[in-house]
């Protein structure tokens, strides 16, 4: 018989087994509900000084024990309709946890299981006939070649064009992301988890869900994960989801990070719409990409705006913007405070949410 006890295994669960769902003490229609520790903000005159969070336990809590330095909130949400998802099975938001737990969606009746090592919380989940292609530079990171060369040799050739490297990059994002340490971080278009796993061994947030579109991408990440015993037992998911339909309730996550991501978006605006959306007030996103030059865009001098507008993407299948455009994207998408850091074609930029 299966035992009724809820455990944090520290051996992560090899892929393609049954789903083993145990009944809930509560009721199935109970929502799954995250609760976020986060320290208040530094006085001004504080500022200044490095802040570190210990990591909080994730529980579920019934209603009555809320404490006054949680925020309970519904998280995974369904990407149809955005309404919260219930869930069968352990709580936490570790692999362990997720791969044993099965999520539905009572409005539209949809069911998401955690296939293979990640939760598939994409619209096309579960889909059997329908298949649908992504524009080539989304395709192109599904590649399993693509996923094991990126931290093999693919990542490295970023530092030509001015990209300082992973573990400064890390470190840069860390600054931008003090206001909200201790909350919950998604690392959207993760790839194959760089930036997710040193976030999550960072100790300076709650939980870290690691975010892709690429199945891949995702397989790739949970061996990187396996390969280091100390993320076995980290609040670290690996969830599929596509950026431009979050399946997280709006106003619930604390900090995003999508590194060297949004040139590849089919619609960069879409999915910073959906990223304001996500983010709770005071929450921070913080990217990283390629700014239009002369060396990936013929057309990337103000006086040749107009060429560029019309011609400029038909002779390059990724998106690239000038420092003008980004932050008037991000204005436009509902976000303040914007600030950047450029070297040569590379940019970190960060925005919050009002």
């Not at 992973?166 to 998604?186: H, I, R, S, T, W």
């Not at 596509?242 to 991501?261: K, Y």
């Amino acid at each position: 018989m299966q035992s009724r006890a809820v455990m944090a295994s520290s051996t992560l669960p090899a892929p393609h087994h049954h789903h083993h769902h145990r009944r809930s003490r509560a009721s199935a229609s109970n929502f799954l509900r995250f609760r976020s520790r986060r320290p208040l903000l530094s006085p001004p005159s504080l500022r200044g000084f490095r802040l570190r969070a210990t990591a909080a336990a994730l529980t579920v809590e019934p209603d009555t024990q809320v404490k006054q330095d949680s925020l309970e909130l519904d998280l995974l949400a369904c990407p149809i309709c955005y309404e919260p998802l219930t869930r069968k099975g352990p709580s936490g938001l570790n692999l362990p946890a997720i791969y044993r737990s099965g999520f539905k969606c009572l409005k539209c009746n949809k069911s998401f299981s955690s296939k293979d090592v990640y939760l598939d919380l994409t619209i096309t989940s579960g889909t059997k006939e329908y298949n649908e292609f992504k524009p080539t530079r989304t395709e192109l990171f599904r590649s399993p070649i693509v996923s094991f060369l990126y931290e093999r040799g693919w990542r490295q050739n970023f530092n030509r064009s001015g990209f300082p490297g992973p573990d400064e990059e890390f470190n840069m994002a860390q600054e931008y992301f003090k206001p909200v340490a201790g909350g919950l971080l998604v690392d959207v278009s993760c790839g194959s988890g760089l930036f997710s796993r040193k976030f999550a061994k960072s100790g300076s947030y709650s939980a870290v869900i690691a975010l892709d579109f690429s199945e891949n991408m995702l397989r790739q990440c949970f061996e990187f994960i396996k390969q280091d015993e100390t993320l076995s037992t980290i609040n670290l998911a690996l969830v599929r989801a596509d950026i431009s339909r979050l399946p997280f309730a709006s106003c619930s996550v604390d900090a995003i990070h999508a590194g060297a991501a949004l040139h590849c978006w089919p619609s960069p605006s879409n999915a910073v719409a959906e990223i304001s959306r996500v983010l709770r007030s005071g929450g921070v996103f913080v990217a990283t990409t390629f700014l239009s030059s002369p060396l990936n865009n013929p057309f990337s001098s103000e006086a040749l705006r107009p060429l560029r507008q019309f011609f400029g993407q038909e002779n390059n299948s990724y998106n690239y913007f000038t420092e003008k455009e980004i932050e008037d994207l991000c204005k436009s998408c509902g976000l303040i405070n914007y600030t950047s850091k450029v070297q040569r074609s590379f940019i970190m930029f960060s925005a919050q949410k009002p």
